[in-house]
């Protein structure tokens, strides 16, 4: 059983910038694929990023690209999530999640995450 634990969140204005923190309780998490999700107030939740369980590859939604980095420290067992250059549009609650499942073509579709986080709020102003 893996718990995951998101932090960092906050409100910050229209070009600012985050960094989000994934911290599991289980080492295994070190084995697992990690992603980031978010869920904007009236919409489903959707992908944003995610890293093999080594961090040798990431792969991210179109929206986020070029603004968005995913990393992992596996020593530390912690995630993260640096957000940079944020438009209002990003404001959501953001969650991470991890994959038994190995990197691939599943990778950006959350039933594949069996362990998530509680969220944390992440609020751009204009």
């Known amino acids: 059983q893996v718990q995951l634990v998101e932090s960092g969140g906050g409100l910050v204005q229209a070009g600012g910038s985050l960094r989000l923190a994934c911290a599991a309780s289980?080492?295994?998490?070190?084995?697992?694929?990690g992603g980031w999700f978010r869920q904007a107030p009236g919409k489903e939740r959707e992908f944003v990023a995610a890293?093999?369980?080594?961090?040798?590859?990431?792969y991210y939604a179109d929206s986020v690209k070029g603004r968005f980095t995913i990393s992992r420290d596996n020593a530390k067992i912690t995630m993260y999530l640096q957000v940079n250059s944020l438009k209002p549009e990003d404001t959501a609650v953001y969650y991470c999640?991890?994959?038994?499942?190995?990197?691939?073509?599943?990778?950006?579709?959350?039933?594949?995450?069996?362990?998530w986080g509680q969220g944390t709020q992440v609020t751009v102003s204009s």
């Open positions: 890293i093999t369980w080594s961090g040798g590859n990431t």
């Open positions: 289980g080492q295994i998490f070190a084995s697992y694929t």
């Open positions: 999640a991890a994959s038994r499942l190995p990197y691939g073509s599943g990778t950006s579709y959350q039933e594949n995450y069996a362990y």
